[in-house]
C-alpha cells in the first residue's frame, strides 16, 4: 500500500492554523478581516470552496459569530478567527454557543490592546477574556499553541474537544506565533484521531427525541437542521425539548451541566509541557522525578510565544548554575490545577513560581489561586510590543525581585 | 398532505403571549398558512428570531427554530442559508431587530441576496421593553425614552431593503390578513432575499403614549391608511412607511397613507447561486491542498 509522504512545509502559524481546521473537518468559515488573523480567513476564503466547504466574509464580527452558530446547527465543523478587537464584539454569541451547545472554533489571535493597541504587535492580554468574556457562568476551553506544529496540533485538538463536548472552544494565539514561519512535518491526514459531535440515537421522527436530553457524559447527542430532525434551539434556559422554562430547578441543573460536562474530562483536556532541558527528551508531562535537587529551584510557568523565551531562560539559568524549569501551559481553560499543585509541591518552601506572561499579571492570579498559598507565586511581564527576552527572564530567575 | 396551517402551530404552547389587541398573533397565523399553502415540510424549514415580542414567536413554530440574539437574527440565518441552501429560512424580527441594532445585518443580507426571508413586525417601538423608540419611530412620537416627543426621524424600512438591492420587498398591515398571506407566500417562493413589512399595533405601548385610542380603533385605523400600489394615493415606489412621511415635516402621528402590495421585484442572482460558481472555479483552478503546500 502507498502511504501518502509526511507533509514537510515551511508556513506560518495562521497557515498552519488553517490547515489543521481542514483536516479537523472545518467546512464551514465566518470572519471579518482583522490583522494579525486575516491569512486564516484568506487561505481558508481560498481553500474550503474546493473541498465542499464554504466561505463568508460578514459584515463585523457580531455577525460572523452569528453565522457560525447558525453554520454548526446544521451539522457542519464551524469556525471564526479573529483578533482582540473583534473578539470582544464577539461575546454575546460566544455565551449563546455555550447555552445552547452548538460546536465551533473561535481562533483568537492577541495583539497589544486594550483597543486598537498595536494591531502587529504581540501579547498576551486576552487570556482572561478568553476565559471571562461572555457573561454568566460558562464552559470554554482554551488551548495556547508556542510553535507553528502546535498551531496544528492544537487546531485539531479545539475541533475534536469543542465537537465532543458541544462547547466553544478558543485557540489563543499571539501575533509572533501567528506570523513566525517554521518548517514543520504534518501528519498523514489519514491517521489523525479526528472527532465529531455525537449523534442522535434516536432515528428523525420518534416520539421519544429530545433535543437537550444528556447522554451519561453530560453532552446531548446533536442533531442537524435539515436532515430529518425538527427542534427548538434557544439562549435562555431550557427543558430538554430546547424550549424556555423558568423553572428555577431545571435552570439551575443545566448552568451545572453545562461546567459538568468539562470538569469530567478536565484531566484528558487540561495540557501542560515541563521542559528540563535542551534535548528532545528533556520535556514531558511530568518533571522528572528526581527534580529539584536542592531548596532555592525555580518553576517558569508561561504559555503561547512567550514560553519560547522562558524555556531560554531556564536553560540560560540552568548553565549559570540556577535550578529552573519550564512549566508550558499548553491548556489555559480548564486550568491545570494540578500541574500547579505539583509545581508547588516541588519548590516550596524555599523556591518559587516564576510565572511570566506578555500582559501586566492574568493568568499568575489562576496560579496563584492553584498553589493556594503552598508555594511563592510571582509575575513577570510587560507589553512593550516585542517578545520578553529570555536574558530578562533568566535575570528574574532566583534573582532581581525575589524577596523573602 | 394536510394543508391546515395548524399543523405548523404548537398548540401545547397556547395561549399566545402577546398583549389583547397585538398585531404578532394575526401575523403568526398568515405566516403559519403562507406555510401551509406551499406544504412546506416542516423539517426543511429554519425559522430564526431575535429577541422581542415578535421574536417569540418561534415558541409557537413547529419547524426547526433558533431564538437568537437580539438584532442578530439574519446573521444567524445567513449562516444556515450560506451552508444549507436547499432549507427554507426565515426571519422574524421586529423593527429594533431588524432595523435598530441589527440594521447592519439587514442591509447586508439585502446587498448579498441570500435566499432568507425576513418578516418584519413594525410596531414603532420596542414593544418587549416597555416601548421605547426603534429606528421606525417617527420624529415627534411620545415613547418612553422620548417623553417629549422623538428627536429622530424613522427609516422607511422598504426604501432601505430596496436601497440595498433585496430581490423582493413588499408592504402589508396586520389586518390585510389575505394580503398578508399572499405576500408572504410570495417572499418565501423568491430565491434572494425577500421582505415583507408588516406594520402592526402595539396598542400596549406605542398606541397608549401616542393617544391613539383603543385596540380596536388602531386596527381601524390600519385598515383605512392603506393604499395598495398602483391606487390612488398609493402611487410611490417603495411607498410611505407605516410611520412616517420621509419627505415632509416632521409629524407627531403616523402617516395618513401606508402604501402596501410589491414594491419591488428582482432577478438578481442569489447567494447561493453565486457561491455554487465560485466553489466550481476552486475547483477547477484545482485549489485546496497543491495551492496550500505551494504557498
Ligand atoms: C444586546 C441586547 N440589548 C438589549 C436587549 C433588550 N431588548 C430585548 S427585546 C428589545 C427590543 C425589542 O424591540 P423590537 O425588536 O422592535 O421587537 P418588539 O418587542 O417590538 O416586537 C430590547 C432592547 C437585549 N435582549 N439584547
Ligand atoms: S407590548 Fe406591544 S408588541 Fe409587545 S405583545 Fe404587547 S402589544 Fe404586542
Redesign the interface.
Same mark, same amino acid.
Given at each position: 500500500m502507498s502511504r501518502i509522504s509526511e /507533509?514537510q512545509?515551511l @508556513?506560518q502559524g495562521n +497557515?498552519a492554523c488553517? %490547515?489543521g481546521a481542514?483536516d479537523a473537518g472545518v467546512r #464551514?468559515f465566518?470572519g471579518y478581516p482583522i490583522t494579525p488573523s486575516s491569512e486564516i480567513a484568506e487561505?481558508l476564503a $481560498?481553500?474550503l470552496? &474546493? =473541498?465542499g466547504g %464554504?466561505f463568508?466574509q @460578514?459584515?463585523?464580527e457580531?455577525? &460572523?459569530m452569528?453565522? *457560525?452558530?447558525?453554520? &454548526?446547527?446544521?451539522g *457542519?465543523k464551524?469556525m471564526t478567527a479573529t483578533s482582540g478587537p473583534g473578539f470582544s464584539l464577539k461575546q +454575546?454569541?460566544i455565551g449563546?454557543a455555550a447555552m445552547a451547545e452548538v460546536p465551533c472554533l473561535i481562533v483568537l489571535v492577541q495583539r497589544a490592546g486594550p483597543s486598537t493597541g498595536l494591531p502587529t504587535s504581540p501579547a498576551q492580554g486576552d487570556a482572561m477574556q478568553a476565559r471571562w468574556g461572555t457573561h454568566g457562568d460558562h464552559p470554554v476551553i482554551v488551548m495556547a499553541p508556542a510553535s507553528v506544529r502546535e498551531t496544528y496540533d492544537l487546531t485539531l485538538a479545539c475541533v475534536n474537544w469543542s465537537e465532543i463536548l458541544r462547547v466553544p472552544a478558543i485557540l489563543l494565539m499571539d501575533e509572533v506565533v501567528a506570523h513566525m514561519r517554521e518548517n514543520v512535518t504534518l501528519p498523514d491526514p489519514r491517521e489523525l484521531d479526528i472527532h465529531d459531535r455525537p449523534g442522535p440515537t434516536l432515528p428523525?421522527g420518534h416520539p421519544d427525541f429530545r433535543p437537550y436530553l444528556p447522554g451519561p457524559d453530560d453532552v446531548p447527542p446533536m442533531a442537524p #437542521?435539515?436532515q430529518?430532525? /425538527?427542534? $427548538? =434551539?434557544?439562549?435562555?434556559h431550557h427543558d430538554e425539548r430546547g424550549?424556555?422554562v423558568h423553572d428555577g430547578a431545571v435552570a439551575g441543573e443545566l448552568g451545572r451541566r453545562l461546567l459538568r460536562k468539562l470538569e469530567r474530562r478536565e484531566a484528558d483536556i487540561a495540557r501542560v509541557e515541563w521542559v528540563w532541558g535542551p534535548g528532545r527528551g528533556d520535556r514531558g508531562p511530568r518533571p522528572p522525578d528526581g527534580w529539584p535537587s536542592g531548596r532555592d529551584a525555580t518553576v517558569v510557568v508561561s504559555f503561547g510565544s512567550t514560553a519560547r523565551s522562558a524555556e531560554a531562560a531556564c536553560d540560560l539559568a540552568r548553565s549559570q548554575g540556577r535550578e529552573a524549569i519550564l512549566l508550558r501551559l499548553v491548556t489555559l481553560w480548564p486550568f491545570p490545577d494540578a500541574a500547579i499543585v505539583e509545581a508547588a509541591r516541588k519548590v516550596a518552601p524555599g523556591g518559587e513560581i516564576l510565572v511570566v506572561e506578555m500582559n501586566f499579571g492574568q493568568v499568575v492570579r489562576e496560579v496563584a489561586r492553584a498553589a493556594a498559598g503552598q508555594a511563592r507565586v510571582r509575575h513577570f511581564g510587560y507589553v512593550s510590543g516585542q517578545l520578553i527576552p529570555p536574558d530578562e527572564i533568566a535575570r528574574e530567575i532566583g534573582g532581581r525581585g525575589r524577596t523573602g | 398532505m394536510s394543508l391546515d396551517y395548524r399543523r405548523y402551530l404548537d398548540e401545547t404552547a397556547l395561549p399566545l403571549m402577546w398583549c389583547p389587541g397585538c398585531g404578532d398573533g394575526t401575523i403568526l397565523k398568515a405566516l403559519l398558512e403562507a406555510f401551509a399553502s406551499l406544504g412546506l415540510e416542516r423539517e426543511r424549514v429554519v425559522v430564526v428570531t431575535g429577541i422581542g415580542c415578535w421574536g417569540k414567536a418561534d415558541d409557537y413554530i413547529r419547524t426547526n427554530a433558533i431564538h437568537g440574539t437580539h438584532g442578530r437574527a439574519l446573521a444567524v440565518a445567513t449562516g444556515v442559508k450560506a451552508y444549507r441552501p436547499d432549507l427554507t429560512v426565515v426571519a422574524l424580527m421586529g423593527d429594533g431587530d431588524c432595523a435598530t441594532i441589527g440594521g447592519n445585518h439587514f442591509i447586508h443580507a439585502a446587498r448579498r441576496n441570500i435566499g432568507i426571508t425576513a418578516v418584519v413586525s413594525n410596531n414603532l417601538n420596542y414593544g418587549m421593553t416597555g416601548g421605547q423608540f426603534s429606528g421606525t419611530t417617527p420624529a415627534g412620537s411620545k415613547t418612553s425614552t422620548s417623553p417629549y416627543g422623538h428627536a429622530e426621524d424613522g427609516f422607511d424600512l422598504c426604501r432601505l431593503a430596496d436601497a440595498a438591492g433585496a430581490n423582493f420587498v413588499a408592504r402589508t398591515t396586520a389586518y390585510h390578513y389575505r394580503q398578508m398571506v399572499r405576500l408572504i407566500k410570495e417572499a418565501l417562493l423568491e430565491p434572494g432575499f425577500a421582505m415583507v413589512e408588516v406594520a402592526s399595533p402595539c396598542p400596549t405601548y406605542y398606541g397608549r403614549l401616542n393617544r391613539q385610542g383603543s385596540a380596536r380603533e388602531m386596527w381601524r385605523s390600519l385598515k383605512d391608511r392603506a393604499r395598495s400600489v398602483g391606487e390612488e394615493g398609493g402611487e410611490a415606489r417603495t411607498g410611505v412607511a407605516p410611520g412616517q412621511r420621509p419627505d415632509e415635516e416632521p409629524r407627531s402621528k403616523p402617516a395618513d397613507v401606508i402604501v402596501t402590495g410589491v414594491l419591488v421585484r428582482r432577478t438578481r442572482p442569489d447567494f447561493a447561486a453565486r457561491y455554487s460558481d465560485v466553489c466550481r472555479r476552486a475547483m477547477k483552478e484545482g485549489g485546496g491542498e497543491a495551492q496550500l503546500d505551494a504557498r
Amino acid at each position: 500500500m502507498s502511504r501518502i509522504s509526511e /507533509r514537510q512545509i515551511l @508556513m506560518q502559524g495562521n +497557515e498552519a492554523c488553517a %490547515k489543521g481546521a481542514i483536516d479537523a473537518g472545518v467546512r #464551514f468559515f465566518a470572519g471579518y478581516p482583522i490583522t494579525p488573523s486575516s491569512e486564516i480567513a484568506e487561505i481558508l476564503a $481560498h481553500d474550503l470552496p &474546493s =473541498v465542499g466547504g %464554504k466561505f463568508i466574509q @460578514m459584515e463585523d464580527e457580531i455577525g &460572523s459569530m452569528a453565522a *457560525v452558530i447558525g453554520a &454548526s446547527l446544521t451539522g *457542519v465543523k464551524a469556525m471564526t478567527a479573529t483578533s482582540g478587537p473583534g473578539f470582544s464584539l464577539k461575546q +454575546e454569541n460566544i455565551g449563546y454557543a455555550a447555552m445552547a451547545e452548538v460546536p465551533c472554533l473561535i481562533v483568537l489571535v492577541q495583539r497589544a490592546g486594550p483597543s486598537t493597541g498595536l494591531p502587529t504587535s504581540p501579547a498576551q492580554g486576552d487570556a482572561m477574556q478568553a476565559r471571562w468574556g461572555t457573561h454568566g457562568d460558562h464552559p470554554v476551553i482554551v488551548m495556547a499553541p508556542a510553535s507553528v506544529r502546535e498551531t496544528y496540533d492544537l487546531t485539531l485538538a479545539c475541533v475534536n474537544w469543542s465537537e465532543i463536548l458541544r462547547v466553544p472552544a478558543i485557540l489563543l494565539m499571539d501575533e509572533v506565533v501567528a506570523h513566525m514561519r517554521e518548517n514543520v512535518t504534518l501528519p498523514d491526514p489519514r491517521e489523525l484521531d479526528i472527532h465529531d459531535r455525537p449523534g442522535p440515537t434516536l432515528p428523525p421522527g420518534h416520539p421519544d427525541f429530545r433535543p437537550y436530553l444528556p447522554g451519561p457524559d453530560d453532552v446531548p447527542p446533536m442533531a442537524p #437542521f435539515g436532515q430529518g430532525y /425538527r427542534y $427548538h =434551539v434557544t439562549g435562555l434556559h431550557h427543558d430538554e425539548r430546547g424550549y424556555p422554562v423558568h423553572d428555577g430547578a431545571v435552570a439551575g441543573e443545566l448552568g451545572r451541566r453545562l461546567l459538568r460536562k468539562l470538569e469530567r474530562r478536565e484531566a484528558d483536556i487540561a495540557r501542560v509541557e515541563w521542559v528540563w532541558g535542551p534535548g528532545r527528551g528533556d520535556r514531558g508531562p511530568r518533571p522528572p522525578d528526581g527534580w529539584p535537587s536542592g531548596r532555592d529551584a525555580t518553576v517558569v510557568v508561561s504559555f503561547g510565544s512567550t514560553a519560547r523565551s522562558a524555556e531560554a531562560a531556564c536553560d540560560l539559568a540552568r548553565s549559570q548554575g540556577r535550578e529552573a524549569i519550564l512549566l508550558r501551559l499548553v491548556t489555559l481553560w480548564p486550568f491545570p490545577d494540578a500541574a500547579i499543585v505539583e509545581a508547588a509541591r516541588k519548590v516550596a518552601p524555599g523556591g518559587e513560581i516564576l510565572v511570566v506572561e506578555m500582559n501586566f499579571g492574568q493568568v499568575v492570579r489562576e496560579v496563584a489561586r492553584a498553589a493556594a498559598g503552598q508555594a511563592r507565586v510571582r509575575h513577570f511581564g510587560y507589553v512593550s510590543g516585542q517578545l520578553i527576552p529570555p536574558d530578562e527572564i533568566a535575570r528574574e530567575i532566583g534573582g532581581r525581585g525575589r524577596t523573602g | 398532505m394536510s394543508l391546515d396551517y395548524r399543523r405548523y402551530l404548537d398548540e401545547t404552547a397556547l395561549p399566545l403571549m402577546w398583549c389583547p389587541g397585538c398585531g404578532d398573533g394575526t401575523i403568526l397565523k398568515a405566516l403559519l398558512e403562507a406555510f401551509a399553502s406551499l406544504g412546506l415540510e416542516r423539517e426543511r424549514v429554519v425559522v430564526v428570531t431575535g429577541i422581542g415580542c415578535w421574536g417569540k414567536a418561534d415558541d409557537y413554530i413547529r419547524t426547526n427554530a433558533i431564538h437568537g440574539t437580539h438584532g442578530r437574527a439574519l446573521a444567524v440565518a445567513t449562516g444556515v442559508k450560506a451552508y444549507r441552501p436547499d432549507l427554507t429560512v426565515v426571519a422574524l424580527m421586529g423593527d429594533g431587530d431588524c432595523a435598530t441594532i441589527g440594521g447592519n445585518h439587514f442591509i447586508h443580507a439585502a446587498r448579498r441576496n441570500i435566499g432568507i426571508t425576513a418578516v418584519v413586525s413594525n410596531n414603532l417601538n420596542y414593544g418587549m421593553t416597555g416601548g421605547q423608540f426603534s429606528g421606525t419611530t417617527p420624529a415627534g412620537s411620545k415613547t418612553s425614552t422620548s417623553p417629549y416627543g422623538h428627536a429622530e426621524d424613522g427609516f422607511d424600512l422598504c426604501r432601505l431593503a430596496d436601497a440595498a438591492g433585496a430581490n423582493f420587498v413588499a408592504r402589508t398591515t396586520a389586518y390585510h390578513y389575505r394580503q398578508m398571506v399572499r405576500l408572504i407566500k410570495e417572499a418565501l417562493l423568491e430565491p434572494g432575499f425577500a421582505m415583507v413589512e408588516v406594520a402592526s399595533p402595539c396598542p400596549t405601548y406605542y398606541g397608549r403614549l401616542n393617544r391613539q385610542g383603543s385596540a380596536r380603533e388602531m386596527w381601524r385605523s390600519l385598515k383605512d391608511r392603506a393604499r395598495s400600489v398602483g391606487e390612488e394615493g398609493g402611487e410611490a415606489r417603495t411607498g410611505v412607511a407605516p410611520g412616517q412621511r420621509p419627505d415632509e415635516e416632521p409629524r407627531s402621528k403616523p402617516a395618513d397613507v401606508i402604501v402596501t402590495g410589491v414594491l419591488v421585484r428582482r432577478t438578481r442572482p442569489d447567494f447561493a447561486a453565486r457561491y455554487s460558481d465560485v466553489c466550481r472555479r476552486a475547483m477547477k483552478e484545482g485549489g485546496g491542498e497543491a495551492q496550500l503546500d505551494a504557498r
